[in-house]
Structures are given as structure tokens and as C-alpha cells.
């Protein structure tokens, strides 16, 4: 299929299963449109406000580009960008060459927001964007250079000594970026055609979306976790700086004792000889460099969360990967009740010993049954989903029968998702954890729940995606030959589309604004969680009224446990603490950072961040006098003979014991036991 043609492919796949189908219109044409700029150019670098007067007349003719199967559109965008940016190099070399004064006190304002950001004024205004930025970039790089005891006591003479070296790295860094998006190895109208097929499936909603074979292929070898490795991987922070990103227990980078995640990367050094620029290599290549199979030795040096520069050589290893490992943990005080955070909703792999999340969960029960515990405590905060059927599977372990969820095609007839086994595996009182990166299959679980009264939700009201997606292979054909969904190879591409939605038991949906805890906590980041509903053309909330017969639990007596659970709060200085600092800040505050551009304002900024958290920290991070956090019987027997164990069990008790969103869940569950 010629490229031309794969956006009017697109169009046809996506309106054969897509949950609310949209004509080949005006309205899907500015859609589009809208979403090409955004993504293209979201912080606004590149498209001067010429280009979006020009380009204007495309935003209702896109539409015509796909029925008529031709790429005038991005091969212009692709010729538009390629002169765009040469001439952003050049912008970028004339500001770096002129003298910055770092005394001079001005602004540059950040919006981290996923609404639009593409503001172009005038010719003033966009070389003020890219002044701002590139002088920002000096000084972050500067102060990033230094310990944080040097940076406290540095004068502007030295400071400005520094700024030459900080030139030459930003603009090695700026111009090698500059390099890859003007010369990708796909070429620039290929990206650009990426760029619209994305933009089209976001026209629908915000999880269809469409990627390229070598998205596909990547995707799949980054499920592989066999044969040796240093046991870190890197991300591209928001300064375009490399940090690490995580560090696998009992991988090399863990055993050091020297690393962590959100450490910046200064230096790497493979094998004694290979040393990346830094200041030319993304997070994404450095991995692949440390993944390749030849180099077996890495001497990193990073700046560490502490402001220190240090210096240490790892060796490959292989080390026992347990992304998805599940453990209870008992809270023994007045009551004995269990805890258990949910990672992912994951299902067990061909070399897995695990069959899944509720095949783990099961195991885990059984051994918190021996333990008599009084109540359970489920996390699912900050668990953005995964298998759905694994989150039926595991509502099923807590309810004795019945339907647990509805799914409904676009003009299908509802269809219900039953428990597929009889009985419970629990039986004790439960409340469950969420908060508004809780997501999909953790809101499937949870509403189940609530639905049956066999658990008492509390937190947060959660993201609000209450629909499911599946990934066809770009290819009409599979529309008369269903054998085509299993390819795992397209030159075409693939699509993710949004094809159900999902719908509580009681006929209620979550989607948009998020399942409503039955109690909520003060949650310190209220203010960032996005949900759905602010997400461009998300999917509307609606109601079902055909439900289906299922059989409640007596309701627990919620007004009491309400009321109970606020006297609390309004008394637990931890709360009241969360509660002023959201009183003073809002979704718009919360994105739109303000970073002052002299040398003294910058230092004394990052020194009040510091200073807040380690506040917060202090405040918030006080051990619970209500309990004291332990193993079960079965995980007591396996630490003397697990070292890596031993010391990652005694961090999590540790985080478990400080937790006061835990805690409260102890006390709420106290009450449920209550006559």
C-alpha cells in the first residue's frame, strides 16, 4: 500500500471498529489539523506565525487529503519543517555567541500542561522563546555541572567563568537535536506521515492511536528480559538532560549501593574505551548502546538527588527480574489486617511461573487466610491497568458469584462479563486504595467492588477510562479475513482502537471524570492528576439502562464510616498539612512553573525546592504508632537465605510504616469491624 493511501485506510479501519465512528468531514479535518501542530511543534520552536496563517486553509481540507489519497499536506509540512529548522540552528548559534548577562533578573515561564502550548505572536516573541530557553539551558547546565556545596557558595565571577563550557555543551546538544529532526533515518516526510496517521486516530479519542512496524518491533523486544545486564535503564527528563530511570533489584546498578532513580547522568564509559556524547545522545540510544550484547563493563558518573558527583564501574550481570512480584504484609496492632499494593493488572508469560495477577493474589490469600487476619488493605494507586480479564479474574477471588462487569460495541447489544468461579477466597472486610492514576483495569476492579459492597474505595476519584482497545495491523483486509488480526508484522503500521466501552454492573460508567471513592483523602497531588474528561475528544459518560441481576452485599454503614474517617482527618496534622497546600494551588499553577534567569534567583529556587521537600518529608513521613509492619509467615522463612530480598522487604515496610493514606485505610477498616 503506497503511503497516500494508508491515512484512507486508516480512516475506514478506525470507523469499522471504533466505538463511536466519525465521518470523512470538516470536523474530523480540524481535528486533525489541531493535532499535527500539537505534536509536531507542541512548545512552538519551529512554526512562525507566517506558517500558521499559511497553513490555515488546510484545516478544513484535510479531510479531502485522505478521501483523495494524497500527501500534499505533509510533503509541504516536511519541506516547511526542513527549512524551519535550519533556520532555528541558525538562530540557535547567533543567540549562543552573544553575552548573556546572568545578573539581569527576568522570567522564563514553563508549561508543562498537555493542553496546547503553541503560541506564536510575532518574530520577537519566537526569538524570545528560543533566548529564554537557551539562557535557561546555561544555567541549568552550570549549576548541574557543580556539587550542590560548591553551587551554595559560588560567586559570578566564577559563574561566569563557567559560561563558555556551558555554551559549547547546550549548543553541541541543541544542534545535534536540531540534526535528527531535520535528517531522521526514516526521512523527514516519512516522520511527518507518522505525525498525520497519529493525528487522525487522535481525532477519536485519546488512546487510539496509531505506530509504525519499528514501534511494534521495539515494543516487543522490550518484553525481553533474558540474558545479562547492568540493571538500569535511562529517561529523558523535561530539561532534555539523561537521568536513570530505574534500577532492577538485584541487577548490578542495585547492588552498588551508589545509584538511584532520578540520579542525571554526567558520564558514561563502556568497556575502558566507548564514551557516548552525552550531549548528543538521547536516553532511548543510550540504552541500546549499554543493551548490546558485546559490552560487558560501564563506569558511570552522575550527580546524585543529594548534589554530589560520584564515580562507579559496573559489571553485566544476570540478575532475577520481578517487575510484577507480589507480597502481603500484616499490620499488627489492635487488629491484624493485611496489605498488599497491586503493581499491574499482569498476566504470566510462556516462561513465567506466575499464570497472572490473580493467579499471584490467590496464592497470597491462602497464606493471609493461615494468618487469620481481620480485614485487607488493596493498593492500586498509581496502577494504570493491564490485563482486563486478569482484573476480572481477581474481582472474582472477593465475590461469591455473579456478573462483574458490561461491555457494550458500538449499536451492539450489552454483554456481561461473569464471575467465571463460584465462592469466595476471602471473605473478610476490604478497602481499596486508588487514587487518579488508578486507571482502566484498576477501575474495573474497584467498581466491581463497590458495586457487590465488598469493598469500601477509598482516596482519590481515579483517571475516568472506562473503554478497551485492541491493535489491528493497517490492512483493509482484515475487515473480510479475521486470520489478519494475529499478524505480528505490517509495513503498513498498526492501529490501537478504541472499541468498547465498559460499564459497572449497576449500569453506571467511570468514564471521563473517574470512579468516585466512597471516601475521599486530601491528596497532595489532586492538582496533577489529567484525567479523561480534560483529554481532547475523550469518549462522553453515559448510563446503561439494561443491567443485569446480581446480588449485593448488605451495604456497610457508609455515613458512619464517612463521618468517622473526616473526624480523623480534620485532627491528623499530616492531612491538615495536604489540605492548606491545595487550598493554595490549582491544576493551571501546578503546570506553569516560573524559573527566574539570573544566577542568584535560579540557585536560590532550586534551593527552596529542595528546602520544601525535605519540609514535606519531615511533616508527612512519620511512622504509623497505630501498628507495626510485618512479613508473613511464608516471606519470614525466605529472608536469611535472600539478601536481595532482605533489603528490599525492609524498604517497602518502611515506606508501608509512613504511609498515612495507609494508616487511615487501618483505621477505616477498624470501624468496619465495628459492631
Not at 514553563?110 to 502550548?117: C, H, L, P
Amino acid at each position: 500500500m503506497h503511503k497516500c493511501e494508508q491515512a484512507a485506510a486508516l480512516w475506514h479501519l478506525m470507523n469499522a471498529f471504533h466505538y463511536h465512528p466519525l465521518p470523512l468531514n470538516n470536523e474530523l479535518s480540524r481535528r486533525t489539523y489541531h493535532n499535527f501542530l500539537e505534536i509536531s511543534d507542541p512548545w512552538g520552536f519551529y512554526l512562525l506565525p507566517q506558517d500558521l496563517e499559511e497553513l490555515s486553509s488546510f484545516q478544513f481540507k484535510l479531510d479531502e487529503e485522505i478521501s483523495n489519497k494524497s500527501c500534499t499536506f505533509t510533503s509541504k509540512m516536511a519541506l516547511l519543517f526542513k527549512e524551519r529548522i535550519s533556520q532555528a540552528d541558525s538562530l540557535v548559534n547567533s543567540i549562543l555567541n552573544q553575552n548573556f548577562d546572568f545578573q539581569r533578573k527576568e522570567t522564563l515561564f514553563i508549561n508543562y500542561s498537555k493542553k496546547t502550548k503553541t503560541k506564536q505572536n510575532s518574530k520577537e516573541t519566537h526569538y524570545e522563546k528560543w533566548r529564554k530557553y537557551l539562557k535557561h539551558s546555561i544555567i541549568r547546565q552550570i549549576y548541574s555541572d557543580l556539587d550542590d556545596s560548591t553551587a551554595n557558595t559560588i560567586k559570578y565571577a566564577e559563574f561566569y567563568k563557567k559560561i563558555p563550557d556551558a555554551k559549547d555543551k547546550i549548543r553541541t546538544r541543541i544542534n545535534c537535536s536540531l540534526e535528527k529532526k531535520a535528517n531522521p533515518k526514516e526521512g523527514l516526510p516519512q516522520i511527518m506521515h507518522s505525525i498525520f496517521m497519529e493525528s487522525i486516530a487522535l481525532s477519536y479519542d485519546p488512546n487510539s492511536s496509531y505506530f509504525t512496524q519499528d514501534d511494534n518491533d521495539w515494543f516487543i523486544s522490550s518484553l525481553s528480559q533474558e540474558g545479562e545486564s547492568f540493571g538500569l535503564s535511562f529517561v529523558q527528563n523535561q530539561e532534555e538532560e539523561i537521568e536513570i530511570a530505574s534500577l532492577t533489584p538485584g541487577g548490578a546498578a542495585w547492588k552498588s549501593n551508589a545509584l538511584a532513580e532520578g540520579d542525571l547522568v554526567k558520564r558514561v564509559i563502556l568497556d575502558d574505551s566507548i564514551q557516548p556524547d552525552l550531549n548528543c545522545t538521547d536516553a532511548f540510544q543510550l540504552n541500546s548502546k549499554i543493551e548490546a550484547s558485546s559490552i560487558k563493563k560501564m563506569k558511570i558518573t552522575v550527580k546524585n538527588t543529594s548534589g554530589k558527583h560520584i564515580t562507579i564501574e559496573l559489571k553485566k550481570s544476570k540478575s532475577k527480574i520481578e517487575f510484577n512480584t507480589l507480597k502481603s504484609f500484616l499490620l499488627n496492632g489492635k487488629n491484624k489486617i493485611a496489605y498488599m499494593a497491586i503493581p499491574s493488572f499482569y498476566f504470566g508469560g510462556k516462561n513465567s511461573n506466575s499464570k497472572g495477577l490473580a493467579d499471584d493474589v490467590a496464592r497470597e490469600i491462602a497464606r493471609l487466610n493461615k494468618e487469620k487476619v481481620e480485614g485487607l488493605i488493596l493498593d492500586l494507586r498509581n496502577n494504570g491497568g493491564g490485563s482486563v480479564e486478569e482484573a476480572m479474574d481477581f474481582a472474582g477471588i472477593f465475590i461469591n458469584e455473579g456478573p462483574l462487569s458490561i461491555w457494550k460495541y458500538n449499536g451492539g447489544i450489552p454483554e456481561v462479563w461473569k464471575d467465571k468461579n463460584k465462592g469466595k477466597a476471602f471473605d473478610k472486610p476490604i478497602t481499596v486504595l486508588v487514587n487518579g492514576f488508578s486507571a482502566s483495569a484498576s477501575e474495573i476492579f474497584a467498581s466491581t467492588l463497590q458495586c457487590y459492597n465488598r469493598a469500601i474505595i477509598v482516596g482519590s476519584p481515579t483517571h475516568g477510562k472506562s473503554s478497551s482497545q485492541i491493535i489491528v495491523p493497517l490492512d483493509t483486509n482484515i475487515l473480510h479475513n479475521m486470520a489478519l488480526f494475529k499478524e505480528k508484522t505490517s509495513e503498513n503500521g498498526f492501529l490501537k482502537v478504541t472499541m468498547e466501552k465498559i460499564y459497572k454492573i449497576n449500569g453506571g460508567s467511570f468514564q471521563g471524570d473517574g470512579l468516585q471513592p466512597d471516601i475521599i483523602l486530601p491528596d497532595l497531588w489532586e492538582s496533577y492528576y489529567e484525567r479523561e474528561s480534560s483529554l481532547n475528544y475523550a469518549l462522553k459518560r453515559d448510563t446503561l439502562y439494561k443491567t443485569f441481576y446480581y446480588n449485593p452485599e448488605p451495604q456497610f454503614d457508609k455515613e458512619r464510616l464517612i463521618k468517622k474517617s473526616k473526624d480523623r482527618i480534620l485532627m491528623k496534622e499530616e492531612f491538615k498539612y495536604i489540605t492548606q497546600k491545595l487550598d493554595s494551588l490549582s491544576t493551571e499553577n501546578v503546570n506553569k512553573v516560573k524559573v527566574p534567569l539570573d544566577f542568584e534567583g535560579y540557585w536560590e529556587m532550586k534551593q527552596q525546592e529542595k528546602n520544601k521537600e525535605q519540609v514535606e518529608q519531615k511533616i508527612l513521613l512519620n511512622p504509623s504508632e497505630e501498628y507495626i509492619v510485618k512479613n508473613n509467615a511464608y516471606v519470614q522463612k525466605l529472608i536469611p537465605s535472600d539478601p536481595i530480598l532482605a533489603k528490599t522487604n525492609k524498604t517497602i515496610m518502611k515506606d508501608i510504616q509512613e504511609d498515612i493514606f495507609i494508616e487511615e485505610c487501618y483505621f477505616i477498616l477498624q470501624d468496619m469491624l465495628m459492631p
